[in-house]
């Protein structure tokens, strides 16, 4: 599946759905195993100045922490942008807080390379 399928509207609803399900193992379906995730959440909660995590693993487990701090989590899709490598997803936050992540997929579907960028700071 290329990022310009009808299908990248599809991917993208059943990520935010997994996250309003606080279903860690379908919100990690999403994410390839090498996956390298960027966002100043990382920063705050791993104390890493590049805001950079590497591999499944470690975004699972910062994905976890962002579950536990916010039981009451909640996303809803603004829109989605496409390009032949991927897609961009701007969403609200429950707290108000406006999210864009910039996605490649690899062969499989799945996000190789992630960066999100928050409107207001997000811890």
């Given at each position: 599946m290329t990022a310009a399928s009808n299908d990248t509207r599809t991917l993208v609803t059943g990520w935010i759905e997994s996250w309003n399900a606080h279903d860690l193992d379908g919100i990690m379906a999403h994410y390839a195993d090498g996956v390298v995730f960027e966002a100043n959440t990382v920063v705050t909660r791993w104390n890493r100045p590049d805001g950079r995590l590497h591999g499944a693993g470690e975004l699972r487990e910062h994905f976890r922490r962002g579950l536990?701090?916010?039981?009451s989590l909640h996303f809803s899709l603004e829109g989605v942008f496409t390009s032949p490598s991927g897609y961009a997803a701007l969403y609200s936050r429950d707290n108000g807080n406006r999210v864009l992540d910039v996605v490649e997929l690899n062969e499989d579907?799945?996000?190789?390379?992630?960066?999100a960028f928050y409107v207001?700071?997000?811890?």
């Open positions: 536990d701090l916010a039981p579907a799945k996000a190789i390379n992630v960066k207001a700071e997000q811890s």
